[in-house]
C-alpha cells in the first residue's frame, strides 16, 4: 500500500537501543529496544511501509521514523467489564433519589 502526502500513518521510532537501556530495568526488558511510535501527516510526496518518512503531527512538530502504518486505528479500549461496576450507576441513582440517602428503607 502507497501513502501520499498528507494522508495519516503511522511512524516508528527507535529511541534506545537494548544495550543502552537502564541497567536496573527487568533482563527481558534490556533483551528489546524502548521504542515509540506517532501519528501525523505525511510530508514525502509519496511512501511504503518500512520507508524513512517524515510526519507532522498535529501540534506541528516534524518527525522522522519508519513508516508503519497508513490510517491507522485506535486500538486501545478499557478492558474486560467489571461485573460489580455494571449496575453500580442504577444502584448511585436509586441512593440520590431516596427521600434520605437510605436505600434499604
Known amino acids: 500500500m502507497l501513502a501520499k502526502k498528507g494522508d495519516w500513518v503511522q511512524i516508528q521510532i527507535t529511541i534506545l537501543k537494548p544495550q543502552e537501556r537502564a541497567p536496573q530495568v527487568p533482563e527481558d526488558t534490556k533483551k528489546v529496544p524502548l521504542e515509540m511510535r506517532v501519528k501525523g501527516f505525511l510530508q514525502d510526496e509519496s511512501a511504503e511501509i518500512g520507508a524513512m518518512v517524515t510526519i507532522k503531527t498535529t ?3 516534524l518527525i522522522n521514523g519508519k513508516l508503519v502504518a ?4 485506535y486500538e486501545h479500549d478499557f478492558g474486560e467489564p467489571v461485573p460489580e461496576l455494571i449496575t453500580i450507576g442504577m444502584e ?3 441512593i440520590l433519589e431516596s427521600s434520605d440517602g437510605d436505600v434499604n428503607d
Open 59 to 61: 501540534t506541528g512538530r
Open 70 to 73: 497508513i490510517n491507522p486505528k
Open 92 to 94: 448511585l441513582r436509586e
